[in-house]
């Protein structure tokens, strides 16, 4: 898949990346990999908002339609990835996982004492992308004891906060009706 990348990429970056309606220079993040398991290569991007706009970063994902050899553009959600690109250590990242789910990591590596990692797995389940899992760590870097290390399985609502056992109740939320109060409120952090 790694070689594939390049080529799906350069057949993207002469003309606006279809219904997504942005230029490919504010491509920021793609991976790819088999998201629907059909043995045919997809794609996902994260992408810049426009010059001048308060918006976060938007996720575009694409299947290959595999009898028409073509990328679909199947989900759009402009204003959904956090990120940063005037300090660095605030810009997201994106990775295809051996299991065709896709990683979206957001994260504070460079600024202030409050330091932090946000990851959401996200896998296809009927025709659709679910955050299947959550993974959040932090640390204060002038109190080394004020740390945070939560991992859950966002369908089964079983992981770990700090080394403790941890059950909320499991839920099928799809990656458009994502937000991070969820994953923050199931592992202590605040939220709603």
């Given at each position: 898949?790694?070689?594939?990348?390049?080529?799906?990429?350069?057949?993207?970056?002469?003309?606006?990346?279809?219904?997504?309606?942005?230029?490919?220079?504010?491509?920021?993040?793609?991976?790819?990999?088999?998201?629907?398991?059909?043995?045919?290569?997809?794609?996902?991007?994260?992408?810049?908002?426009?010059?001048?706009?308060?918006?976060?970063?938007?996720?575009?994902?694409?299947?290959?339609?595999?009898?028409?050899?073509?990328?679909?553009?199947?989900?759009?959600?402009?204003?959904?990835?956090?990120?940063?690109?005037?300090?660095?250590?605030?810009?997201?990242?994106?990775?295809?996982l051996a299991n065709?789910?896709?990683?979206?990591?957001?994260?504070?590596?460079?600024?202030?004492?409050?330091?932090?990692?946000?990851?959401?797995?996200?896998?296809?389940?009927?025709?659709?992308?679910?955050?299947?899992?959550?993974?959040?760590?932090?640390?204060?870097?002038?109190?080394q004891n004020n740390?945070?290390?939560?991992?859950?399985?966002?369908?089964?609502?079983?992981?770990?906060?700090?080394?403790?056992?941890?059950?909320?109740?499991?839920?099928?939320?799809?990656?458009?009706?994502?937000?991070?109060?969820?994953?923050?409120?199931?592992?202590?952090?605040?939220?709603?």
């Open positions: 898949m790694k070689r594939l990348l390049p080529l799906i990429l350069a057949a993207l970056l002469p003309m606006p990346v279809g219904a997504a309606d942005f230029p490919a220079d504010r491509i920021v993040a793609a991976a790819g990999g088999d998201w629907n398991k059909d043995a045919n290569p997809d794609l996902a991007l994260i992408a810049k908002p426009e010059e001048g706009s308060d918006d976060d970063n938007g996720i575009y994902i694409y299947i290959n339609k595999g009898d028409e050899k073509r990328l679909e553009l199947v989900t759009a959600l402009p204003n959904k990835v956090w990120g940063n690109y005037a300090m660095f250590g605030q810009e997201p990242e994106l990775a295809a065709g789910s896709i990683a979206i990591t957001t994260k504070n590596d460079a600024v202030g004492r409050d330091r932090w990692r946000q990851t959401l797995t996200v896998a296809y389940r009927n025709f659709d992308f679910v955050v299947a899992g959550y993974t959040y760590s932090s640390y204060d870097t002038l109190d740390t945070t290390e939560c991992d859950f399985n966002v369908l089964t609502g079983k992981g770990k906060v700090n080394s403790k056992a941890l059950t909320v109740k499991g839920e099928l939320v799809l990656l458009k009706d994502w937000d991070d109060q969820i994953g923050q409120k199931a592992c202590g952090l605040g939220g709603e």
